[in-house]
């Protein structure tokens, strides 16, 4: 058995911009380029380019952030003592706990909004204890990280936990279906289990690479280290990356999508998460629908260093709406007994979305 790993609302977002920029991309728009080769590489090699823009680089995004900051530290995690390395990262983390006390600190609100709905569902988190809890558990991301250079492979495998009744569970539903679909949301642990995941059933990675070649270099260093094929789709032709997703998937394959990024696209599917609607990518769900393969939703618990990778019910159906329904609901209900494990606790649109959620709570006990 092999495993595929997409995030597939970044892959057919890729897909369909790329098609769309070749018509009317400005034409005073440049790049540059590099050829990565790699034996981690599904192609073998890739041409990465990123985009020559004064503008762009100026703003001072959280694009341009990483950008700076990334290399940075894995210059410092090739060159120095871990010690030394991940000092930034937990000068970083500190920062942000001691501004838990500035009351409109955005990462703070979505706490105090996650923990009143899932008040509503009988559980009595506390903002500030998820808050903190949150930081722990990516420090213990980046820890893991840092870990897997400096002490190999086996060392990191140790902090992940996937169960024995799990693992069967999995091999007996793809002999039973030829395939399965795993869907996961962004947790602190997600691609570091896939570690774990790979040892198992392994994997092929199809990954949105970064808009730098810096940082793509360094992702497929990462990849590497972790003994992981994978597949970068940003910046490829768009007709050879379809065939070759296709091609790949006639086989028997475990699929796992990323699909708790929020979508508002005219495409979306809208269900029910958290007592409002929210659209997200309904791709994946087709995929499984049309292949008639099963659809286990996952989900990845942190605590600290340490991840637990659970498994839901599996579902088979040709409605697509049903399959983003079944794994939005158990997305829900991990993320209400367990949000401190949710990075997108962390991301803009869903702070939006878990506001609105909060909002209408308030209206009805008011």
């Known amino acids: 058995m092999r495993a595929l790993l997409i995030n597939w609302g ?22 540059r380029s590099e050829v990565i080769r790699s034996p981690t590489l599904y192609t073998e090699e890739f041409t990465a380019q990123e985009e020559v823009d004064v503008r762009n680089m100026r703003r001072f995004g959280g694009t341009r952030i990483k950008a700076i900051i990334v290399p940075k530290v894995h210059w410092l995690l090739l060159h120095t003592p871990v010690f030394i390395a ?23 609100l979505s706490c105090e909004h996650i923990c009143k709905i899932a008040h509503r569902a009988g559980h009595q988190h506390q903002p500030r204890q998820v808050y903190q ?22 060392f990191a495998l140790d902090r992940i936990q996937l169960s024995s009744t799990d693992g069967a569970k999995m091999e007996k539903l793809v002999k039973d279906h030829g395939g399965v679909l795993l869907m996961v949301p962004h947790n602190f642990g997600t691609s ?9 059933l392994p994997l092929l990675l199809v990954v949105r690479n970064s808009p730098t070649i810096e940082r793509t270099k360094i992702a497929v260093d990462y990849f590497t280290r972790m003994q992981v094929s994978i597949l970068l789709v940003r910046g490829g032709n768009p007709f ?7 091609s790949v998937l006639k086989d028997d394959k475990v699929v796992t999508a990323t699909v708790d990024k929020l979508d508002n696209s005219k495409n979306r599917v ?9 659209g997200l990518s309904p791709w994946a769900a087709r995929i499984a629908a049309r292949m008639n393969v099963p659809v286990v939703p996952t989900y990845c618990k942190s605590q600290g260093r340490q991840l637990s990778i659970i498994l839901g019910p599996p579902l088979i159906s040709n409605d697509t709406t049903e399959l983003i329904q079944h794994y939005a609901r158990f997305f829900e209900q ?28 308030d209206e009805t006990t008011g």
Do not use: C
């Not at 809890?133 to 086996?154: C, E, P, S, W």
């Not at 209400?336 to 991301?347: K, M, N, R, V, Y």
């Open 334 to 361: 991990n993320i209400i007994e367990d949000p401190a494990s949710w990075a997108f606790l962390g991301d803009k649109h869903w702070a939006k979305a878990l506001h609105k959620a909060s909002s209408r709570l």
């Open 133 to 154: 809890q949150l930081l722990t558990n990516l420090l213990g991301a980046v820890k893991n990280y840092f870990d897997l250079y400096d002490r190999g492979l086996d």
């Open 192 to 200: 570091f289990s896939v570690l774990e995941m790979n040892r198992t």
């Open 10 to 31: 970044a892959v057919i977002q890729i897909l369909v911009e790329k098609s769309i920029s070749m018509g009317t991309e400005s034409k005073t728009t440049s790049y």
């Open 240 to 246: 050879q990356l379809s065939r070759t997703l296709f």
């Open 270 to 278: 809208e269900v029910d998460m958290f007592g409002s609607q929210v």
């Open 86 to 108: 991940i000092a930034p990262v937990r000068l970083a983390v500190l920062v942000l706990r001691s501004l838990y006390w500035r009351r409109r600190n955005p990462l703070r």
